[in-house]
């Protein structure tokens, strides 16, 4: 029986905090994996909760769950590589009926370990074949091509067709490593050189292949089941859960480092300011850790180690010690080691909290106004520790944006571009640091139930000029504040043709909360994070596949990517309801229309709209060219004539990069330390280690030629000039502002 919480707290996207490894070693043996008791428990458990609180439940069938396979498969091999045609069809056959039953009734997910140890059969065959491919000459001077993008191809149809089809990846792989080649000759010890980063290649693949964990396949296994009904439900094991807590509320207990694994050795990328690494003064970047131990216990060796097992090696309680063997990276002998003993601490996320900036930004009469702008990554929550420092996404905007007024800003963008959504309580609690009081959010619940969120505070933190900035990335929550604020007229917005369009609301439970007989056990549960709501603006208007449609939009690669709720299997579709009651309407078209104008005026005839316009142009070409040749000096042209247009367009941003307004940034946590350059390798892409004089200042934290945030502050600029006229004597308030008189 599942025991749903009183509780709920609700997550609009996310982004997961990833652990990444890249390593060397051969394939072990084949491990045969198996389902523990929990997990089958956890199994039967997300079937039941899909089918009883999930908000599409009514639109997935038993028959639906043969759908599972193919998409399992495609997760295991995106580029339709290692499975074959007929792998597809005798899986659906053996396994496509009775997914259903076997998860709902047995909690059964044999299929996820039989399918995964084909493909792991598979890949070890196809990777020693590959291997005695690259022992032999291979031909780099045809006139065949390779499609690149293989991941809504079909898989293969027979054994000689995948053996064709990876002889052209073989040589696709070779000229990307010569083409990349500094040395204007490619002679046989060029080819040879290339052929052995391949064959490392693919022995790293087969270590990562190897260390594959039974939870890792279940995890992929179940997801897909749960985005059977919407492409943002899914399944958490238990360390993406933890990871997924971290994430939101921006604060882990541990050393504060970042940590990666480079030729099998946990090397220390970043030191994170004001964590417990930071404060010891023991690590620094470089530094590869050879060893883990707790006090009273034995040392552990990681070399060679999954990160994710580094990892939870090295967190642990807060206030409890890790001893560390660590060889220095300055250390002249690599055989040097030394002791560190660090205080596991909370460590703060700072590098994803919101900061702000003031720019000083020309007016077309020469005048100067400082403008402020405060970049929010993500709706993130407050820790549920007494950590004695609140993190919510509201209460550090709020902070900043007192410290944008004492600086005297006369206007404000809101920049949300690659927001993709948080906590809905954030979502609200901030829209109403803008507007005096209202409906921010309508939710309706698959019985057809609407609740109104409302911002019940009537003090309003800035009520000056706004434009929200937004793109193709914005999402869930970012498109709640972003569409409240457009409905109350309050900002105007600017970016994109339209946001990400993802109008739906998820609640994360975690399963030992449900079910008793896992609350009982020791061992760490999974969780599930289901659609249970949509949501709707104040006005009624799902954002739901749609989006929230800016005021002004300003040319975007974004437009050419498949980028979107669109582009999404199992969408909810697009609807509306009745309007809240809320004392606001759109931005006047009085008021629009010349801002629109002027901004369409300089897209025309700014230098940076045109430097803008030819690199889209080009993302373009290249977005259309589908085959890649395998002719080598075909390659080397072409990569050529891209290293031309890319000097060419380096030549134009540094021009345009001078006329930069200058600002003064304003961050809430310690400034971030010097991100460590990793050592040049011998014949690297020119285009990797290159020292530009446009590259971006280690702490800085905003982009050179930002065209986009540039020509948000012009139509705030153009707003404040805008209000002097006239035929904005009577109104209650000037454009792009708060109506003082409801201030409370």
Same mark, same amino acid.
């Not at 929990?38 to 009514?58: G, S």
């Not at 003993?341 to 994803?352: E, Q």
């Not at 809240?580 to 078209?589: K, M, N, R, Y």
């Given at each position: 029986?599942?025991?749903?919480?009183?509780?709920?707290?609700?997550?609009?996207?996310?982004?997961?905090?990833?652990?990444?490894?890249?390593?060397?070693?051969?394939?072990?043996?084949?491990?045969?994996?198996?389902?523990?008791?929990?997990?089958?428990?956890?199994?039967?458990?997300?079937?039941?909760?899909?089918?009883?609180?999930?908000?599409?439940?009514?639109?997935?069938?038993?028959?639906?769950?043969?759908?599972?396979?193919?998409?399992?498969?495609?997760?295991?091999?995106?580029?339709?590589?290692?499975?074959?045609?007929?792998?597809?069809?005798?899986?659906?056959?053996?396994?496509?009926?009775?997914?259903?039953?076997?998860?709902?009734?047995?909690?059964?997910?044999?299929?996820?370990?039989?399918?995964?140890?084909?493909?792991?059969?598979?890949?070890?065959?196809?990777?020693?074949?590959?291997?005695?491919?690259?022992?032999?000459?291979?031909?780099?001077?045809?006139?065949?091509?390779?499609?690149?993008?293989?991941?809504?191809?079909?898989?293969?149809?027979?054994?000689?067709?995948?053996?064709?089809?990876?002889?052209?990846?073989?040589?696709?792989?070779?000229?990307?490593?010569?083409?990349?080649?500094?040395?204007?000759?490619?002679?046989?010890?060029?080819?040879?050189?290339?052929?052995?980063?391949?064959?490392?290649?693919?022995?790293?693949?087969?270590?990562?292949?190897?260390?594959?964990?039974?939870?890792?396949?279940?995890?992929?296994?179940?997801?897909?089941?749960?985005?059977?009904?919407?492409?943002?439900?899914?399944?958490?094991?238990?360390?993406?859960?933890?990871?997924?807590?971290?994430?939101?509320?921006?604060?882990?207990?541990?050393?504060?480092?970042?940590?990666?694994?480079?030729?099998?050795?946990?090397?220390?990328?970043?030191?994170?300011?004001?964590?417990?690494?930071?404060?010891?003064?023991?690590?620094?970047?470089?530094?590869?850790?050879?060893?883990?131990?707790?006090?009273?216990?034995?040392?552990?060796?990681?070399?060679?180690?999954?990160?994710?097992?580094?990892?939870?090696?090295?967190?642990?309680?807060?206030?409890?010690?890790?001893?560390?063997?660590?060889?220095?990276?300055?250390?002249?002998?690599?055989?040097?080691?030394?002791?560190?003993?660090?205080?596991?601490?909370?460590?703060?996320?700072? $590098?994803?909290?919101?900061?702000? #900036?003031?720019?000083? !930004?020309? +007016? %077309?009469?020469?005048?100067?106004?400082?403008?402020? &702008? /405060?970049?929010?990554?993500?709706?993130?929550?407050?820790?549920?520790?007494?950590?004695?420092?609140?993190?919510?996404?509201?209460?550090?905007?709020?902070?900043?944006?007192?410290?944008?007024?004492?600086?005297?800003?006369?206007?404000?963008?809101?920049?949300?571009?690659?927001?993709?959504?948080?906590?809905?309580?954030?979502?609200?609690?901030?829209?109403?640091?803008?507007?005096?009081?209202?409906?921010?959010?309508?939710?309706?619940?698959?019985?057809?139930?609407?609740?109104?969120?409302?911002?019940?505070?009537?003090?309003?933190?800035?009520?000056?000029?706004?434009?929200?900035?937004? $793109?193709?990335?914005?999402?869930? #929550?970012?498109?709640? !504040?972003? +569409? %409240?604020?457009?409905?109350?007229?309050?900002?105007? &917005? /600017?970016?994109?043709?339209?946001?990400?369009?993802?109008?739906?609301?998820?609640?994360?439970?975690?399963?030992?909360?449900?079910?008793?007989?896992?609350?009982?056990?020791?061992?760490?549960?999974?969780?599930?994070?289901?659609?249970?709501?949509?949501?709707?603006?104040?006005?009624?208007?799902?954002?739901?596949?749609?989006?929230?449609?800016?005021?002004?939009?300003?040319?975007?690669?974004?437009?050419?990517?498949?980028?979107?709720?669109?582009?999404?299997?199992?969408?909810?579709?697009?609807?509306?309801?009745?309007?809240?009651?809320?004392?606001?309407?759109?931005?006047?078209?009085?008021?629009?229309?010349?801002?629109?104008?002027?901004?369409? !005026?300089?897209?025309?005839?700014?230098?940076?709209?045109?430097?803008?316009?030819?690199?889209?142009?080009?993302?373009?070409?290249?977005?259309?060219?589908?085959?890649?040749?395998?002719?080598?000096?075909?390659?080397?042209?072409?990569?050529?004539?891209?290293?031309?247009?890319?000097?060419?367009?380096?030549?134009?941003?540094?021009?345009?990069?001078?006329?930069?307004?200058?600002?003064?940034?304003?961050?809430?946590?310690?400034?971030?330390?010097?991100?460590?350059?990793?050592?040049?390798?011998?014949?690297?892409?020119?285009?990797?280690?290159?020292?530009?004089?446009?590259?971006?200042?280690?702490?800085?934290?905003?982009?050179?030629?930002?065209?986009?945030?540039?020509?948000?502050?012009?139509?705030?600029?153009?707003?404040? !000039?805008?209000?002097?006229?006239?035929?904005?004597?009577?109104?209650?308030?000037?454009?792009?502002?708060?109506?003082?008189?409801?201030?409370?």
């Amino acid at each position: 029986m599942i025991r749903l919480p009183l509780f709920r707290r609700f997550a609009l996207g996310s982004a997961l905090l990833a652990l990444s490894v890249s390593t060397v070693l051969a394939a072990t043996d084949q491990k045969k994996f198996s389902s523990s008791s929990a997990l089958t428990i956890e199994a039967r458990t997300l079937v039941q909760l899909l089918e009883q609180a999930h908000y599409n439940r009514d639109a997935v069938h038993s028959g639906d769950f043969a759908e599972v396979i193919p998409n399992f498969m495609g997760d295991l091999d995106g580029q339709r590589l290692f499975f074959l045609g007929s792998d597809k069809a005798v899986f659906g056959t053996r396994f496509g009926k009775n997914v259903y039953w076997n998860i709902s009734g047995l909690g059964n997910i044999d299929a996820a370990y039989d399918i995964f140890a084909i493909y792991e059969s598979r890949t070890q065959d196809r990777i020693n074949w590959v291997f005695d491919e690259l022992k032999k000459d291979i031909d780099l001077t045809g006139s065949d091509s390779y499609r690149f993008d293989r991941t809504k191809a079909e898989w293969p149809a027979t054994g000689a067709a995948a053996d064709e089809l990876w002889r052209q990846r073989i040589k696709y792989e070779l000229i990307a490593e010569l083409v990349n080649k500094k040395t204007a000759a490619i002679d046989q010890k060029a080819i040879g050189d290339a052929k052995q980063v391949v064959h490392k290649r693919y022995e790293r693949m087969l270590k990562n292949l190897g260390e594959i964990e039974g939870n890792e396949i279940g995890e992929l296994f179940l997801s897909n089941v749960a985005r059977l009904y919407d492409p943002h439900s899914t399944y958490f094991s238990a360390e993406t859960f933890e990871d997924f807590g971290i994430q939101m509320k921006l604060e882990l207990v541990g050393i504060g480092a970042v940590l990666s694994v480079e030729d099998d050795y946990c090397t220390v990328k970043e030191i994170v300011p004001g964590g417990p690494a930071d404060l010891s003064k023991q690590l620094k970047p470089g530094d590869k850790i050879i060893s883990v131990a707790q006090p009273d216990s034995e040392s552990v060796e990681v070399i060679g180690m999954k990160l994710r097992r580094i990892v939870e090696r090295i967190r642990g309680s807060k206030g409890t010690q890790v001893i560390l063997t660590v060889q220095p990276a300055d250390a002249p002998d690599p055989s040097a080691r030394k002791t560190v003993t660090i205080v596991r601490d909370v460590v703060k996320l700072n $590098d994803a909290r919101a900061h702000g #900036a003031v720019f000083q !930004v020309p +007016g %077309a009469d020469g005048q100067v106004t400082p403008l402020g &702008v /405060i970049s929010l990554p993500s709706f993130y929550g407050p820790a549920e520790n007494d950590s004695g420092e609140k993190q919510s996404a509201t209460h550090d905007v709020a902070e900043l944006i007192t410290q944008l007024k004492a600086a005297g800003v006369k206007g404000l963008v809101l920049d949300l571009r690659h927001n993709g959504g948080g906590y809905l309580s954030e979502a609200i609690d901030l829209t109403g640091l803008f507007i005096s009081e209202g409906p921010v959010v309508q939710v309706k619940n698959s019985l057809g139930e609407i609740q109104v969120d409302s911002d019940t505070n009537r003090s309003i933190a800035y009520d000056g000029p706004l434009a929200v900035l937004v $793109d193709r990335f914005s999402a869930s #929550a970012s498109e709640i !504040v972003t +569409g %409240a604020l457009q409905n109350y007229g309050r900002a105007i &917005v /600017i970016g994109d043709s339209s946001t990400h369009g993802k109008g739906s609301v998820q609640s994360v439970w975690e399963m030992k909360n449900l079910v008793s007989q896992l609350a009982r056990s020791p061992v760490k549960t999974g969780a599930v994070k289901l659609t249970i709501q949509k949501y709707y603006l104040p006005n009624g208007s799902s954002t739901q596949l749609k989006g929230v449609v800016p005021d002004i939009v300003l040319p975007s690669i974004d437009e050419f990517l498949p980028i979107g709720e669109g582009s999404l299997p199992h969408v909810l579709a697009w609807d509306e309801i009745p309007s809240s009651i809320f004392d606001g309407h759109p931005l006047d078209a009085k008021i629009v229309q010349p801002l629109r104008e002027a901004s369409a !005026v300089r897209q025309t005839k700014l230098e940076e709209f045109l430097y803008l316009r030819k690199n889209i142009d080009w993302f373009k070409m290249r977005q259309n060219q589908k085959l890649a040749s395998l002719n080598l000096d075909a390659r080397r042209q072409q990569k050529a004539s891209d290293e031309i247009f890319r000097k060419a367009m380096e030549a134009e941003k540094l021009e345009l990069a001078k006329s930069d307004y200058p600002y003064k940034e304003f961050r809430l946590g310690p400034p971030p330390l010097p991100k460590i350059k990793p050592a040049k390798k011998p014949d690297a892409n020119s285009e990797d280690d290159d020292e530009s004089e446009l590259s971006t200042d280690n702490n800085d934290a905003y982009a050179k030629v930002d065209v986009f945030l540039r020509e948000s502050f012009r139509v705030i600029n153009d707003a404040i !000039v805008l209000a002097k006229d006239q035929k904005f004597a009577a109104d209650t308030h000037a454009p792009l502002t708060a109506m003082l008189g409801r201030k409370g």
